[in-house]
């Protein structure tokens, strides 16, 4: 499976999860509980049971589209912001040690 693949998989199941919002979310547990004869407690108990689950799944959408984005960057070489923050410190680390032409010419 080709990054692009991976991170189209990866969109698709973002947008199915966000769909579920809280009142969709409601609404199946009510027809749950009607369907099953579940009791309030019980109907409470499946949609945060629900709601754990799509946020675990969203925990891991959001891990692997940063494997992917982190992978696809990899394979472009570009450089990742940790690296330019590091060089932009020893760029700064070497100007400190350099007198300014027109100390010097002084």
Do not use: F, N, Q
Request: charged share 45%.
């Amino acid at each position: 499976m080709s990054i692009w693949d991976a991170l189209e998989k990866a969109a698709y199941t973002g947008l199915g999860l966000a769909a579920l919002t809280k009142d969709k979310l409601d609404e199946a547990v009510d027809t749950l509980k009607k369907e099953r004869g579940l009791t309030e407690e019980e109907g409470r108990r499946l949609a945060e049971e629900m709601k754990d689950g799509a946020e675990a799944a969203r925990k891991k959408l959001d891990e692997r589209v940063d494997e992917a984005v982190e992978k696809a960057l990899a394979e472009m070489h570009l450089a990742s912001r940790k690296e330019l923050e590091a060089l932009k410190a020893r760029v700064e680390i070497l100007e400190s040690g350099l007198e300014p032409k027109d100390a010097a010419e002084k």
